[in-house]
């Protein structure tokens, strides 16, 4: 097929000098320049999807992912002194609890999310409004197909390419019509692709993939050169070829003893994987990588500096550090979208991280106990906390009689200690 002009094949490259053309297996530069990607310094091209066959990049992705999308989201009305209560009638809150929109659950909906997020650095959902202007939908759209950018008349705008029909088409979605949440940014207009931006490590950790797969594909054996005594021809070299890789190449003819004719030699060439330190420069890029998105190693199935009493804290700062800027960036951009004047006063929209932050039960009963004695939590609170039915009389809250406050403790005439005398 052709595209801008070249040839564009699926295994090999033209054969035509003037117009060599490209494979999709090996693409020249101009087409990786055309894509938006690029050949790392490793040899291999790195994309955002491409990445993902990366096994510490799929797991650094899925349990973000994954977390975000279990998180309880929902729209919050604010009360008096600071009080608020689950705003049951928002308009938003069948949308971000039960369905936002036909195809996809809420979890499948914030995994998306999370998905698009992490690998390209932005995430964008089209907002449906109904003719009041409430929202009645969000549809996911894929980063790679839309562009940000600033109109003639100095509005943010949205274009996103697509297909209708076998056409290519562009449709224009204003911005206070788009979820457009963004990762770290230098513009303030478009995130920026982490994987485009640690592009080196992850292009180690590819060529790391495919040296292995062909190391073992090969018989764990290192390439080597095969000498033969006396000139031969093209027949005879391509014969020679074939019958070594037929009979000695791949896993069934691994540690198999091969024989020899005519004088030929093996001389094996290139390092051996122990003297490359392949593994070590595995666990580093799987290291590196868990950094990248400050996912803990243990979270990634990497226990080797793990012990039992640092991974409790190691996932109370991955809340902390690590999810907790996603979900403010999140729940940011939904109050400023959904809610519009007075409403925003009104309503907001949060993640509910208690579920995360647990420790284990000794640690939770001296957390309970201690809101307890304050007055700060009921019965019935710390009860909802453990999934368990709440009980009669259960919503009182308590305080320990044997405590005053500083002021009385200054003024030994005050009101209060004068009763306390009397009794």
């Known amino acids: 097929m052709k595209l801008f002009g070249y040839d564009v094949n699926i295994n090999k490259r033209s054969g035509n000098p003037e117009n060599p053309g490209t494979s999709l297996a090996d693409p020249a530069s101009w087409l990786l320049d055309a894509l938006g990607m690029k050949r790392t310094n490793a040899g291999v091209v790195v994309s955002e999807e491409g990445a993902m066959s990366l096994a510490a990049v799929y797991s650094c992705v899925k349990v973000l992912s994954e977390d975000v999308a279990g998180l309880p989201f929902v729209p919050f009305r604010r009360g008096d002194n600071d009080s608020r209560e689950i705003a049951y009638e928002s308009p938003v809150f069948d949308l971000l609890v039960h369905q936002p929109n036909p195809e996809m659950t809420p979890f499948t909906y914030h995994q998306t999310c999370m998905y698009s997020l992490a690998l390209w650095g932005n995430f964008y959902a089209i907002i449906m409004r109904n003719v009041s202007g409430n929202p009645t939908k969000f549809t996911p759209v894929h980063p790679a197909s839309v562009t940000p950018k600033i109109d003639a008349h100095g509005r943010l705008i949205y274009d996103i390419i697509g297909t209708t029909d076998g056409y290519i088409k562009t449709q224009t979605v204003m911005a206070y019509n788009m979820i457009h949440v963004k990762g770290l940014t230098t513009n303030g207009l478009l995130g920026n692709s982490v994987i485009r931006q640690q592009m080196e490590t992850i292009g180690l950790g590819l060529a790391q993939n495919e040296f292995g797969a062909k190391f073992f594909s090969n018989g764990a054996n290192m390439n080597g050169a095969l000498t033969v005594p ?8 391509k014969n020679i070829s074939n019958s070594w890789k037929n009979k000695w190449s791949g896993l069934d003819n691994a540690f198999k003893t091969p024989i020899l004719e005519q004088g030929m030699k ?158």
Not at 230 to 237: A, I, L, Y
Not at 367 to 384: D, L, Q
């Open 230 to 237: 006396g000139k031969m021809t093209d027949k005879m070299e």
């Open 266 to 423: 093996y001389e094996r060439i290139g390092i051996p994987p122990e003297e490359a330190q392949f593994i070590q420069s595995r666990k580093y890029t799987r290291s590196e990588i868990s950094g990248m998105y400050r996912v803990p190693p243990h979270m990634i199935s990497d226990l080797e500096k793990s012990t039992f009493s640092n991974i409790e804290h190691q996932g109370i700062e991955y809340v902390v550090f690590s999810l907790r800027p996603y979900l403010v960036n999140i729940a940011q951009e939904y109050n400023r979208k959904l809610f519009i004047g007075s409403d925003r006063r009104k309503y907001y929209t949060e993640h509910n991280v208690n579920a995360l932050m647990q420790g284990d039960a000794d640690a939770r009963s001296k957390f309970y106990k201690s809101m307890f004695n304050m007055g700060t939590i009921s019965i019935n609170e710390i009860r909802k906390r453990e999934n368990l039915n709440s009980v009669d009389e259960g919503n009182n809250r308590y305080m320990q009689m044997n405590m005053t406050t500083v002021e009385n403790i200054n003024n030994p005439n005050s009101e209060e200690n004068d009763n306390k005398e009397k009794k």
